[in-house]
């Protein structure tokens, strides 16, 4: 299908790129921050627990973020929470940077960063699935493509430009305010795929979401969402300081490397994914490869190797790869068209749960050694994946709703096609 072909909603097929750019510019300033830790802890002398703190911060604006960010969107347009997004986080880099002076600015700066990300990434993911209607499964593919290229790169070229240029905390930030400059006008010219007939009228009513309750996605997408962040976390936030004493003095720049392969991993696994043909096995392929690359993690945490951690960090970028397509076909098969930013919001609330997984971690180091801990998380994937994959038998009852129309018996984003442009 060329890029000419029209979608459903009359819209051709490049314009999936103008907001797959503000995902990725949102998902640049949501991680540009973690290699500068380092760079934090010398100049401003942060203990480790405040460390954590800026951290926890995020993950506050985040999920409010996630859980409001689709509903208003189902309710006003994609493009009136993304372009906002994009300026929040802009200006939560300009509060980054007064940081490199005062830690309170860090701290706002993360919150604020949190919550564009969660409204950008929620409504975001519903934006680029409707923009990408005319190529059928292509949605889950680009919106993973999109958020690890700005995961990715937004560490690497933070860490490799606090690590060589002047101005260390300020330098290094310049790169996303320059990026939010190109995507802000772009996204506020991209086509309008907003609120469609059936959309909750009331903010209150827009916030229920009675998919969330239902079976598939409480046994399926719930115990796998986790696993999509958490694998990713494991392998950006919790491996490369289990090796920091063989790195010499390049800490800062093998951990944003290890940050980029991850991502790197999450985006080469995508045409893989796109071509398993059943959803079930999609699922067990994507639980398959979190067990395996935290076991691979054990060995790296075992050996002390800077080699095997980026081996695990390839397989364990892969997992996440293939858990976020998975997780987001099945909330798209799941969603009516005016329910799907709503769903998509609940899913990647879960979803961002995974990247507390590195604290506990930290924190039972006290208990057991990294190894010991690492090999529980793997029990725990082994035992996710017979769960998930005996929950995703189909029932009886939904093979008889399976009948005209969609495969799932659900009215689906096909049949959605009021836009404004």
């Keep these: 299908m060329n890029d000419r072909t029209m979608n459903d909603f009359g819209i051709g097929g490049r314009a999936w790129w103008r907001a797959g750019l503000a995902v990725a510019t949102v998902g640049w300033g949501a991680q540009q921050f973690a290699p500068l830790l380092p760079l934090y802890r010398d100049r401003l002398g942060l203990s480790a627990t405040t460390v954590q703190a800026t951290f926890g911060m995020y993950v506050l604006g985040l999920v409010p973020g996630l859980l409001l960010g689709g509903p208003v969107s189902d309710r006003l347009g994609r493009r009136r929470v993304l372009v906002p997004a994009i300026a929040a986080s802009a200006a939560g880099t300009v509060l980054l940077i007064l940081g490199g002076t005062d830690p309170g600015w860090l701290f706002a700066g993360r919150l604020v960063a949190g919550v564009a990300s969660g409204a950008a990434f929620s409504a975001g993911s519903a934006w680029i699935k409707e923009l990408s209607a005319a190529a059928a499964g292509s949605g889950p593919r680009r919106l993973t493509i999109a958020m690890s290229v700005g995961f990715g790169l937004g560490p690497l070229v933070a860490g490799v430009l606090a690590q060589w240029a002047p101005a260390p905390a300020a330098v290094p930030y310049v790169p996303h305010l320059l990026l939010a400059c190109v995507a802000l006008p772009l996204a506020a010219r991209a086509p309008e795929t907003g ?205 008889r709703a399976a009948a005209p129309g969609r495969p799932d018996g659900q009215p689906g984003m096909a049949e959605a096609r009021n836009v404004r442009r």
């Excluded at 991850?262 to 999609?282: D, M």
């Excluded at 390839?314 to 790869?321: D, E, I, P, S, T």
């Excluded at 990647?348 to 050694?369: I, K, T």
């Design 195 to 399: 609120r469609r007939a059936g959309a909750p009228g009331r903010l209150r009513d827009a916030l229920r979401v009675p998919e969330a309750r239902g079976h598939r996605f409480r046994t399926v997408v719930v115990p796998l969402a986790p696993w999509v962040f958490g694998s990713a976390s494991v392998a950006l936030a919790y491996l490369p300081a289990l090796v920091v004493d063989r790195l010499g003095g390049h800490a800062l720049v093998f951990g944003a490397a290890v940050t980029t392969l991850t991502a790197a991993a999450g985006i080469a696994v995508q045409p893989l994914a796109r071509r398993v043909p059943a959803p079930r096995r999609l699922l067990v392929t994507a639980m398959g490869l979190v067990a395996a690359g935290m076991l691979v993690a054990t060995g790296a945490a075992a050996a002390s190797s800077p080699a095997l951690v980026v081996v695990a960090a390839l397989v364990l970028g892969a997992a996440y790869g293939c858990c976020q397509v998975c997780g987001l076909q099945e909330v798209q098969r799941l969603a009516r068209p005016e329910r799907l930013a709503a769903l998509t919001s609940a899913y990647q609330a879960v979803s961002y749960l995974g990247f507390a997984v590195p604290f506990p971690l930290a924190a039972a180091g006290r208990l057991a050694s990294p190894p010991v801990l690492l090999l529980v998380v793997t029990g725990l994937a082994v035992l996710t994946l017979g769960s998930v994959a005996r929950a995703a038998r189909p029932r009886v009852t939904e093979l």
